[in-house]
């Protein structure tokens, strides 16, 4: 192994760069499937601390489409679009928002 490591350096940091990237991934993946395997993380009341693109993937939304509705662009924020960073960025309560959101998913107020 380390004959080989010494004859092709830049190939072998290449394919342990590659193994890392596939175990991260992998990690990722798997700690992903578990979170939203659990049914207390689908169809979530919208509150202020989610964004969007949460809102969208646990009541299996399209996210283009609540953002659309809600009048928002991922350039319009600088970090993670909370509901209550949406609401500021309109100046209306966060309340607001969230019943937007409730109405857009066809929840009763």
Known sequence: MR???KRHPIASAG???AVAATLFFAVKLIADTVYWAD???RQQAAEEWMTPAYIARS???DRQALAR???ISRS???GRPTLKRIAQKHGVPVEEVINDVN???GLPQ
Do not use: C, G, K
């Open 69 to 71: 509705h809600l009048d």
């Open 59 to 61: 009541w299996d939304v």
């Open 76 to 78: 319009d924020f600088n």
């Open 103 to 105: 109405r857009y998913l």
């Open 39 to 41: 049914p207390a993380h």
């Open 3 to 5: 004959a080989i490591l």
């Open 15 to 17: 394919f342990l760069l």
